[in-house]
Antibody, heavy 119, light 107 residues
């Protein structure tokens, strides 16, 4: 059974850097076509795509957030890590990671991690 | 960025009703359009991928159609478990973008 699990701090202060880890099981990020993406959802609002990384280390970022985001993968640990710098209260959201099985859609999602940005 | 606009933003429907949600892209995206269902407090779930392909395990009352700029998600006979928010998402261009959501409520 494919699972993804987001972990990281629940509370960060403004200007700090957020580091979120997606730990997954029952699929390999070394398989052709496979990727992992990050999506966030502010409370009561719509989904926003942030970044993704593919099996071949191709990385794509939301242009509006590109300067603040870094996505990396560690195949040996079955993890994908997203870092977001200079956090602001408007970045308060539930952050999801999701499996891309064949390049173009999010097939499985983690349960999400709520991150609050507040001093 | 490619914008995807859903309509309506919300609707009220009864059990057994046929429901149609529309998604319009700001430019042609071929069939790179996916649909997700999200229930309160839960992660989204993939329903339909690449415009018309039903994800494994999704009931056949759900269907998707369209290409280019206009797409629809149809629920042929609404069931109690279908009351949720639905999102379309395009994967034709970076950034991938989601619609603003359509909330389906009980009439």
């Amino acid at each position: 059974q494919i699972t993804l699990n987001e972990s990281g701090p629940t509370l960060v202060k403004p200007t700090q850097t957020l580091t979120l880890t997606c730990t997954f099981s029952e699929f390999s990020l070394s398989t052709s076509g496979v990727g992992v993406g990050w999506i966030r959802q502010p409370p009561g609002k719509a989904l926003e795509w942030l970044a993704l990384i593919y099996w071949d280390d191709d990385k794509r970022y939301s242009p509006s957030l590109k300067s603040r985001l870094t996505i990396t993968k560690d195949i040996s640990k079955s993890q994908v890590v997203l870092t977001m710098t200079n956090m602001d209260p408007v970045d308060t959201a539930t952050y999801y990671c999701a499996l891309i099985e064949s390049r173009y859609h999010f097939d499985y999602w983690g349960q999400g991690a709520l991150v609050t940005v507040s001093s | 960025d490619i914008q995807v606009t859903q309509s309506p933003s919300s609707l009220s429907a009864s059990i057994g009703d046929r429901v149609t949600i529309t998604c319009r892209a700001s430019q042609s995206i071929s069939t790179y359009l996916n649909w997700y269902q999200q229930k309160p407090g839960k992660a989204p779930k993939l329903l339909v991928y690449l415009a018309s392909n039903l994800q494994s395990g999704v009931p056949s009352r759900f269907s998707g159609s369209g290409s280019g700029t206009d797409f629809t998600l149809t629920v042929s006979s609404l069931q109690p478990e279908d009351f949720a928010t639905y999102y379309c998402q395009q994967s034709y261009g970076i950034p991938w973008t989601f619609g603003q959501g359509t909330k389906v409520e009980i009439k």
